[in-house]
């Protein structure tokens, strides 16, 4: 008989769970800057626990891309197979929970008709889904250079699209309180801050094709052809500063944004732009968070041992935790709100300073454990399940 880990790679499955952790830990975060007009932090000790909290799970959805690509890329089978594979996986579920909240939050008759054009804007976390997409459209493309490849070509590549992570602070930093550009080449409206290339009437600048998430697509295929066994000496001298430097620079990015709309004077208040403004830093496509990505990355290469545990435990909820991304925000939104009424917030909560910390915290351990559960269980379902957890 068939060991049913023998094709798995383990390491993957717990970084796949790790992800879906931070990605709820980041939404846990969010009503503590997010609120009022759209932007709001109570006190000085909140914008510090999410200079915190809310930096150290930054990482997780380019954690997901190079994971897929570690596994996908470059393709193992023709392009029908690949693609008529990422749909049951991916779009069945997507849909399927794209109605769910469409129902659930908001109205219902609008929510439809938004996703006819875009995600659903009662579940933004939806956009992944989207993005990811267009990284399996372009594999087929790419996948016969990923299998020639070499490491000195590739390393090549991945300096060039490093370097397309640190445009948009450099356009934060030039533009000062405009608004936030998403993407390296995106401009918000005509001629505003263009670079290399970029105009009015052309968007697709000199760095446009490299940028973006393809780089962590690039990513997973180096770790998977180039990186081979590290010992545990060399990979902390490697990871650690590698993720401290990212986690500085996206911390000291939000603080010092943060500081500069409120004079040190709390709370601090604005419409929703203001927020896309004091997350520029820790955007996907920005270098702390590539830096952070490549330490997380190294680190979990480490736990690659198959036990009992993770046969048991870590094995069924990696399976499960496409579902877990879709469906969690339903559990997510009603304990976060829980745990405010009852705590309080900011330093007039139950527990004072540590009152934010604690309530991000339980968030995301309760909504997980919860949502985990849940989604295993409905795996389960015979012929059903993978329908709606992928």
């Known amino acids: 008989m068939t060991n049913p880990t023998d094709d798995r790679v383990i390491w993957i499955d717990r970084l796949r769970i790790f992800a879906c952790f931070m990605v709820m830990m980041t939404h846990s975060c969010e009503p503590f800057y997010l609120g009022g007009e759209g932007s709001l932090i109570l006190t000085k000790a909140d914008a510090f626990w999410v200079a915190i909290l809310?930096?150290?799970?930054r990482a997780s959805v380019a954690?997901?891309?190079?994971?897929?690509?570690?596994?996908?890329?470059?393709?193992?089978?023709?392009?029908?197979?690949?693609?008529?594979?990422?749909?049951?996986?991916?779009?069945?579920?997507?849909?399927?929970?794209?109605?769910?909240?469409?129902?659930?939050?908001g109205e219902p008759v609008q929510n439809l008709k938004d996703v006819l054009l875009n995600f659903n804007y009662a579940a933004g976390h939806l956009w992944y889904v989207y993005m990811m997409v267009g990284l399996y459209i372009i594999m087929p493309l790419l996948s016969p250079w990923a299998e020639k490849v070499g490491k000195k070509e590739l390393r090549i590549y991945l300096s060039i699209w490093l370097l397309t992570t640190i445009i948009p602070l450099i356009r934060q930093w030039v533009g000062g309180s405009a608004p936030v550009i998403?993407?390296?080449?995106?401009?918000?409206?005509?001629?505003?801050?263009?670079?290399w290339g970029e105009a009015s009437w052309n968007s697709y600048g000199l760095?446009?094709?490299?940028?973006?998430?393809?780089?962590?697509?690039l990513l997973g295929l180096?770790?998977?052809?180039?990186?081979?066994?590290?010992?545990?000496?060399?990979?902390?001298?490697?990871?650690?500063?590698?993720?401290?430097?990212?986690?500085?620079?996206?911390s000291y990015g939000f603080l010092n944004r943060v500081w500069a709309d409120c004079a040190g004077t709390f709370p601090v208040e604005g419409p929703v732009g203001l927020a896309a403004l004091w997350e520029g830093p820790w955007l996907n496509d920005t270098f702390g968070v590539a830096l952070m990505s490549i330490g997380w990355i190294l680190l979990f290469k480490k736990f690659n041992g198959?036990?009992?545990?993770?046969?048991?435990?870590?094995?069924?909820?990696?399976?499960?935790?496409y579902g877990m991304y879709l469906s969690h925000m339903l559990l997510l939104g009603l304990v976060s709100a829980w745990l405010r009424n009852s705590?309080?917030?900011?330093?007039?909560?139950?527990?004072?300073?540590?009152?934010?910390?604690?309530?991000?915290?339980?968030?995301?351990?309760?909504?997980?454990?919860?949502?985990?559960?849940?989604?295993?269980?409905?795996?389960?379902?015979?012929?059903?399940?993978?329908?709606?957890?992928?």
């Open 54 to 57: 809310n930096v150290l799970p």
């Open 222 to 250: 180096y770790f998977r052809k180039f990186v081979g066994h590290l010992s545990w000496k060399k990979t902390l001298a490697i990871a650690t500063p590698v993720f401290l430097g990212g986690f500085a620079i996206c």
């Open 306 to 321: 198959d036990n009992y545990v993770y046969r048991k435990a870590v094995l069924p909820v990696s399976k499960a935790s």
């Open 63 to 105: 954690l997901f891309v190079i994971a897929s690509s570690y596994l996908q890329f470059p393709l193992h089978y023709s392009t029908g197979e690949f693609f008529r594979r990422r749909a049951v996986r991916i779009l069945i579920p997507f849909l399927l929970w794209t109605l769910v909240y469409a129902f659930v939050w």
């Open 182 to 195: 998403y993407g390296p080449s995106g401009i918000p409206n005509a001629a505003k801050y263009p670079l």
């Open 343 to 390: 705590l309080g917030v900011g330093q007039d909560g139950a527990l004072g300073i540590w009152t934010t910390p604690l309530q991000i915290l339980a968030t995301v351990i309760i909504s997980f454990t919860g949502v985990a559960i849940a989604c295993v269980l409905i795996q389960k379902i015979p012929k059903a399940g993978k329908y709606i957890i992928g």
């Open 207 to 217: 760095f446009y094709y490299v940028s973006g998430f393809i780089g962590y697509m």
